[in-house]
T-cell receptor, first 116, second 112 residues
């Protein structure tokens, strides 16, 4: 079936605007993760959900960042009042289940956010 | 907090073996992973190893884990130009949580 999809693939916005990034996980996957990847760095964890419940949001950098997954499928990461330092690749991943198994996370292609 | 370190660049000739190294700090790691990132694509899981294993082989890939030294390596045999990519080592943060801690990535360049 289809992999993880993200939209938009590219987003250019002006400082101070709000942006919403969408992630559509693999059908049936319970867990969904958001990561941020700056240029030349590895992905950095932001938050994750099991079904519709946000289990861990310790990686969200500040209260301008929020995420939701209201029906346990599609998720939206929202950044309010964007700043230039928010510019990065935002990656979404999903996995079939959570717990102590090896938990393969399947990554989407990412959304490249540029804040001018 | 937990940290994962990798060398940043590796350059090899086609047909040679590549060895990418990684060190991690979390002594409670259960699974360690290698992901591959090609330009314009998402991260692809290459292989993983459970912490009670020393070695895992999967076709051209060999993963070695030294748990005492917290050192992980990925060996690619008969490296091809199509192996050119960024390789990320990742550690699962803890048993209950499932967040991955990634290194900065090693850029592998394969010349013909």
């Amino acid at each position: 079936g289809a992999g993880v999809s993200q939209s938009p693939r590219y987003k250019v916005t002006k400082r101070g605007q709000d942006v919403a990034l969408r992630c559509d996980p693999i059908s049936g996957h319970v867990s969904l993760y958001w990561y941020r990847q700056a240029l030349g760095q590895g992905p950095e964890f932001l938050t994750y959900f099991n079904y519709e419940a946000q289990q861990d949001k310790s990686g969200l950098p500040n209260d301008r960042f929020s995420a939701e997954r209201p029906e346990g499928s599609i998720s939206t990461l929202t950044i309010q009042r964007t700043e230039q330092r928010d510019s990065a690749m935002y990656r979404c991943a999903s996995s079939l289940e959570y717990g102590t198994n090896y938990n393969e996370q399947f990554f989407g292609p990412g959304t490249r956010l540029t804040v001018l | 907090g937990e940290d994962v370190e990798q060398s940043l660049f590796l350059s090899v000739r086609e047909g040679d073996s590549s060895v990418i190294n990684c060190t991690y700090t979390d002594s409670s790691s259960t699974y360690l992973y290698w992901y591959k990132q090609e330009p314009g694509a998402g991260l692809q899981l290459l292989t993983y190893i459970f912490s009670n294993m020393d070695m895992k082989q999967d076709q051209r890939l060999t993963v070695l884990l030294n748990k005492k030294d917290k050192h992980l390596s990925l060996r690619i045999a008969d490296t091809q130009t199509g192996d050119s990519a960024i390789y990320f080592c990742a550690d699962r943060a803890n048993q209950a949580g499932t967040a991955l801690i990634f290194g900065k990535g090693t850029t592998l360049s394969v010349s013909s």
